[in-house]
């Protein structure tokens, strides 16, 4: 083989190689014709270059191709993203393309949230597009209230600081400065007090040690006086009042009844009738024995027989 042949062959190569790596930045494989393509529209593309990654759950299946205005007078200003497939995965049309950042310091890809309801999606179809924010969009979001509040907060502080240089002019803080001295002096005769207090305590320590025993034997003594009560069988004590009582009720019920000697004493009318009438007859007794002695006791010396009790001789001695 000539030299000028395997010049030529050469060249050939590199100039193949060229157009291949030249397309192949830019997204498009040659070596693979048959690559499924398809366009998504977006209003910000978010970083998103020719070249970037088209993942399906992660997985790398194709490329950015190409990136261009939409000559749509009517979408003015809308980015239209071709893009290639070269797995032989299948989604329907209702499928979502995402712009996402896998981390902050790497550019955009795009995502394929497959759908698998209704038709399936072929080269050349419009999916639909949608932009997930990223870290630091993310970040900025969550901050932008807070940096409102931030600011609301720091409006409020300068008009607060600024009342407060108004009220502290120099009358106030010559007042202030008065209420200060005058709390060190009240702190130095709470001192003085303290002092004070703690040579009384050291005084009458001995007092109070005797006073604190004299509490502890109290203390012992009324551990005790409970030991020995709860000791003592109440129990028994209460059994045998309880049967004390039953038997007192008892009697007093048998006096109610007229029961026994002393019941038919509190009871039996006729009984009170008698010694009512006893009681008479007694006193009735005993009165003609002071007015006739001689009636009931008769002494003689020579044996004369005393007179026999008439009731007209009665009647006239009561008289």
């Keep these: 083989m000539s030299k000028e042949l395997k010049t030529g062959l050469i060249s050939v190569i590199i100039i193949i190689l060229f157009i291949w790596g030249f397309n192949f930045l830019k997204g498009q494989d040659i070596l693979q014709p048959n690559n499924r393509k398809f366009k998504?529209?977006?209003?910000?593309?978010g970083g998103l270059t020719e070249a970037s990654f088209v993942t399906i759950n992660g997985l790398k299946v194709g490329q950015v191709s190409n990136i261009d205005f939409n000559k749509n007078p009517e979408k003015r200003g809308t980015l239209i993203v071709d893009f290639?497939?070269?797995?032989?995965?299948?989604?329907?049309?209702?499928?979502v393309v995402k712009i996402y950042s896998p981390n902050p310091l790497a550019g955009s890809s795009l995502a394929i949230i497959p759908d698998y309801n209704g038709?399936?999606?072929?080269?050349?179809?419009?999916?639909k597009g949608e932009i997930e924010p990223g870290l630091l969009s993310s970040i900025g979001e969550r901050l932008d209230p807070i940096q409102t509040k931030l600011e609301h907060v720091l409006v409020s502080a300068d008009t607060l600081f600024?009342?407060?240089?108004?009220?502290?002019?120099?009358?106030?803080?010559?007042s202030i400065k008065k209420s200060?001295?005058?709390?060190?002096?009240?702190?130095?005769?709470?001192?003085?007090?303290l002092s004070s207090l703690n040579g009384i305590l050291d005084s009458?320590?001995?007092?109070?040690?005797?006073?604190?025993?004299?509490?502890?034997?109290?203390?012992?003594?009324?551990?005790?006086?409970s030991?020995?009560?709860?000791?003592?069988?109440?129990?028994?004590?209460?059994?045998?009042?309880?049967?004390?009582?039953?038997?007192?009720?008892?009697?007093?019920?048998?006096?109610?009844?007229?029961?026994?000697?002393?019941?038919?004493?509190?009871k039996?009318?006729?009984?009170?009738?008698?010694?009512?009438?006893?009681?008479?007859?007694?006193?009735?007794?005993?009165?003609?024995?002071?007015?006739?002695?001689?009636?009931?006791?008769?002494?003689?010396?020579?044996?004369?027989?005393?007179?026999p009790y008439t009731p007209e001789e009665e009647k006239n001695n009561n008289k």
């Design 204 to 225: 009458n320590s001995v007092g109070l040690k005797e006073t604190l025993d004299n509490s502890k034997i109290i203390t012992q003594n009324l551990i005790r006086v």
């Design 227 to 266: 030991d020995t009560l709860a000791n003592a069988n109440f129990g028994e004590v209460v059994r045998k009042t309880e049967i004390t009582l039953n038997s007192v009720n008892t009697i007093l019920n048998g006096l109610n009844k007229g029961e026994g000697t002393a019941g038919k004493l509190l």
């Design 119 to 127: 038709e399936i999606a072929e080269s050349g179809d419009f999916l």
């Design 180 to 193: 200060i001295k005058n709390l060190e002096y009240t702190i130095a005769d709470v001192r003085k007090t």
């Design 268 to 307: 039996d009318e006729q009984l009170y009738t008698n010694l009512t009438n006893m009681s008479k007859e007694l006193e009735e007794l005993l009165k003609d024995m002071k007015l006739n002695p001689k009636r009931f006791v008769h002494f003689s010396l020579f044996g004369k027989k005393p007179k």
């Design 40 to 45: 998504v529209e977006y209003k910000n593309v």
């Design 84 to 95: 290639f497939v070269d797995k032989d995965f299948e989604f329907s049309k209702n499928s």
């Design 162 to 174: 600024q009342n407060i240089n108004h009220i502290l002019n120099e009358d106030t803080a010559l």
